[in-house]
Each structure stands twice: as C-alpha cells, then as structure tokens.
C-alpha cells in the first residue's frame, strides 16, 4: 500500500502500517483504508483518462519547449485572407496551449507563428501584422508569467521593415529571439538579399529560430501530398546549405540558429554537405569538409516530430547532444508526444540537457521559470 499507484500516491491510510508504529489495527481504520483504496480504483476504472490526467498533474514543470505555434488574431485573419489557414492553427487557444503544457510537464514554450508568417503580404501589411502578433505574444507572457516565451516574427522579405521589427522586438518588447522561415518565396536564409538582417542579428548576439515552409518551386509538387510530409524537411536542409557554403554562417559567428524537426533532412544530406559537395566546384578547394562540419556542430536542432529512435540516433552521430533542445511543433502534434518520446531515447545528464539545459544557454532568463 505504500507504493505509489503509476505515480499517484496512494490513499494515506495505510492500513498495513498501523501496527508498526505501536497503533492497533481497528475494523474502522480497515474500512476506512479498504473504503478510500476502492474509490480509487472505481474512479480509475471509471474514466479510462482518469490515470493519465492524474500521472500529468503531478509530472515535474522542467521542460523548455522552443517550437510552439500561436494564432494572433490579427495574423490568423492575415492567413485566412491568403486562403493559407488550417484547423489546427484556426482552432488555438492560449488555453490549449496551457493545458497541453501542463500534460507534458513543459514549464516554459517560446511561441511564434507557423508558416506562412507574413509572406504574401505587401510590406505595410506585413509589418502591421508582424508588430501586432509581437505584441500580442508578449501579452500573452506577461499574463502567464514563466509560462511563455516569445520568438518574434519579422515582416520578411521586406528587408527595412524587418530591421525595423528587430529594433521595437528587441529594445521595447524584450523578447528572447526572432522566428523566421526557412525561405521566402525563391530566396533562402544564405542569399545576400537578407544580409542586412544577419548583420544586425549578429550585432545583437540574437537567437534565431527557422521554420520551414514550401518554397515556390515545390507547392504541390507530387500529387496529393501534403507540402509539410516531405517539402518542409527538403526546405530545411536547403536553407541550411544556402546558409553554410554561401559563408554566410561562418561571417555571422554571434547568431544562434535553430532548425525544426532536428534539421529536416540533414542527416540524410549529410555526406553531401561533408563529403560530396567538397569533391567539385564551386566549392572544391574553397570550402573545407572541418568548415562546414564546425558550423553543423554548432546550430540547434529541436526534436519536433522527430523524438523517434530512428532520427534521433542519426541526428547524435551528427551533432553533439548539447545542441539539441525540446521542442513539440504544438497545436499539430502533443507535448506529451515528444516528452515520451524524448525521454524513451535520451537518459540521464543528456536528457536533462535536451529538455532544458541546451535552451538555458540561449534564453538564460529562463532559470528561475
């Protein structure tokens, strides 16, 4: 009886230790004991949720969750208008959020939008709605406090309202970083169209979090497939070349990126990155295979829809464990998704690590949530 029921603790009396402390064992404390012992498993057996929730309840607030997605009303009006909206993202509440956080002992999750941002917009309305979705995360913080985070979106492509965004996002609202996509429209993260952004960013020693998208050339490519099955992996792995071999990685050294889904399909593109791409030009003799494994060691990678044994195992033969951090891509999966997962894979010092202490070195404020 002393044992705790699936990490719920059993009723407190314990009818098999009263004698041990001197007391008598009474029929009234038997029927007590036996009485709270058998509400107990009627009430689990009862609502077949009933364990689950409680298990949920009493699951430590430790994890910092960094791919998080919110709905801004004035955003998700601006996606509704490009006929780009989906239910998950029409269906958020600041509620769900809160109750799928506290299921997965996520203490902390660092929010921004989903793809499509602002793309498509002209730029005054971009910047609009980029500067109200800003806000409206940062309220969303003060009114939870410890609970969230906020990585800002930028008006992209639109390059001075961008800079713009960065000055207010970083000097009037204090958030912890900026969430961009992975490309925009026909250009990638290393193109020198964006060098403007980086360098401020660098300036800044600012954290970046990538998110991908379809680029143009890829919209319904393969016939009745969803863009985010396969091109969304594809588009990460893009950008991440775009951003090494075009030296634009290793100019900005003060920037801390994060790629989604453990860098979509690196691992499966990685001897072409290391290897491969060496071999003939443009790059061979000018960039090095010790170059770019330098800066594909030293990104992010967060374990959004990837907390499987299988792109796990290949993304730790790849990057060392410290550059992994907890993420969930919430409302389209479940935290308690990647915290099972997550944890059946990483143990010990490492999961302690993945679960927060590789996101404390990039939002140290989050120590004391």
């Not at 954290?207 to 099955?229: E, F, K, M, Q, S």
Request: charged share 20%.
């Amino acid at each position: 009886m002393t044992k705790a029921f699936h990490g719920i603790a059993p009723p407190t009396s314990c009818v098999c230790c009263n004698t041990t402390s001197g007391l008598r064992l009474s029929r009234r404390n038997l029927l007590t004991g036996g009485a709270a012992t058998l509400a107990f498993g009627a009430a689990a057996m009862a609502a077949p949720g009933f364990v689950a929730e409680a298990v949920a309840q009493t699951m430590p607030r430790e994890r910092i969750d960094v791919h998080h997605h919110l709905s801004a009303p004035t955003w998700l009006d601006a996606v509704k208008s490009l006929k780009a909206d989906n239910p998950p993202m029409a269906n958020w509440s600041v509620q769900k959020s809160l109750d799928d956080m506290d299921k997965a002992g996520i203490a902390t999750a660092i929010t921004s939008p989903t793809t499509p941002q602002t793309l498509g917009l002209d730029a005054a309305r971009a910047a609009r709605v980029a500067r109200e979705s800003n806000e409206f995360a940062k309220k969303l913080e003060a009114d939870h406090p410890g609970r969230f985070g906020t990585w800002a979106m930028l008006p992209l492509p639109h390059i001075d309202e961008s800079l713009k965004e960065i000055e207010y996002a970083f000097d009037t609202l204090k958030v912890d970083g900026i969430g961009c996509m992975t490309s925009y429209g026909d250009k990638w993260l290393g193109y020198a169209e964006f060098d403007p952004v980086w360098k401020e960013l660098n300036r800044r020693k600012a954290t970046v979090y990538t998110h991908p998208t379809a680029a143009n050339c890829c919209v319904n490519l393969v016939r009745g497939i969803d863009d985010a099955y396969l091109e969304f992996g594809t588009d990460t792995a893009r950008s991440i070349f775009s951003l090494v071999f075009s030296g634009t990685a290793a100019k900005y050294p003060d920037i801390n990126w994060i790629w989604s889904h453990g860098g979509g399909a690196l691992t499966a593109f990685a001897e072409r990155f290391l290897v491969q791409a060496m071999m003939r030009p443009p790059y061979k003799d000018k960039v090095t295979r010790e170059q770019v494994n330098a800066q594909l060691t030293r990104f992010y990678y967060d374990t959004a829809q990837i907390s499987n044994d299988v792109t796990l195992s290949a993304l730790v033969k790849l990057v060392p464990t410290s550059q992994i951090v907890y993420g969930t891509d919430f409302p389209y999966r479940t935290g308690m998704d990647h915290t099972k997962g997550v944890g059946a894979f990483f143990k010990g010092a490492d999961l302690k690590a993945v679960n927060r202490e590789n996101a404390l070195r990039l939002v140290p404020r989050l120590k004391s949530a």
